[in-house]
């Protein structure tokens, strides 16, 4: 003979283990999501970061091989900042400013570069993010002065 009772119990537990997972099913969801999205926010400023530190390496590094001056061609810093950003596949709502120093202030020796990327685009848009985010990277010269390209 079968006893009622036991086979009554297995299902019943079945049943509450279905509804807790019910239960927890959202949270879980929600850490989920959060952490993908906030994984995405921390990819995409440590990339406009690397980019900008980049575009302002290029600016103070690079010469006029002809001249021996030192130049700085603004739009060969934005290629390449944008190029980092485009290899890692950000280019959405993302602008390049370029700031040179001043022609013949000694002064004024640096390479400023700053990536705005606004409206920020979240993956999931699950939780709470940043509306926008901008990064800067300053590079000062080390050696000659700079002479602006024509």
Known sequence: ??????E???RGAAGVSTVEFGLILPILLIILLGTIDYGWVFFV???MINAAREGARVGVTKGDEDTGLSTIDEQKVKDVATQYLQTAGLTDSIAVQVDLPTPHDTTDDSVKVTITNSPFRPLVGFVPVPPGMEVTAEMRWELAP???SP
Do not use: C, T, V, Y
């Open 146 to 148: 700079p002479e602006p």
């Open 45 to 47: 400023r440590l990339n």
């Open 8 to 10: 009554r119990g297995i």
């Open 1 to 6: 003979m079968r006893e009622h009772g036991k």
